[in-house]
């Protein structure tokens, strides 16, 4: 079964980066729509950004827009997700997502059928 693991994520102060990473368990020709989302406590999950794998869309969360960037690694089966300029509300667990089609990108986390465990990230003001 196809798999991501997420890693990367730990503890910054406001302002400070971090580099988030998702593999992917095997290499597969289809083409998939990546996300990270995120969540923090007591709130929903809430995508972050959103990335195909073919380079046909990405786009990003108005929260995010100009502080996070969302890109792919083909050779190395990876999606990264840089964290610049973090603040406070940017704390929670961040997860990696996938799912294969052929049609657009779509926001919903109804859509994404592939997760990975989740990575903390906890910005201290």
């Known amino acids: 079964q196809w798999r991501l693991v997420d890693s990367g994520g730990g503890s910054v102060q406001a302002g400070g980066s971090l580099r988030l990473s998702c593999l992917t368990s095997?290499?597969?020709?289809?083409?998939?729509?990546m996300a990270w989302f995120r969540q923090a406590p007591g709130k929903e999950r809430e995508v972050v950004a959103v990335?195909?794998?073919?380079?046909?869309?990405?786009s990003y969360a108005d929260p995010v827009k100009g502080r996070f960037t969302i890109s792919q690694d083909n050779a190395k089966n990876t999606m990264y997700l840089q964290l610049d300029s973090l603040r406070p509300e940017d704390t929670g667990m961040y997860y990696c997502?996938?799912?294969?089609?052929?049609?657009?990108?779509?926001?919903?986390?109804?859509?994404?059928?592939?997760w990975g465990q989740g990575t903390l990230v906890t910005v201290s003001s």
């Open positions: 095997e290499r597969t020709s289809a083409r998939r729509c």
């Open positions: 990335i195909a794998t073919d380079g046909s869309h990405t």
């Open positions: 997502a996938a799912y294969i089609t052929y049609y657009d990108c779509i926001h919903d986390k109804v859509a994404y059928l592939y």
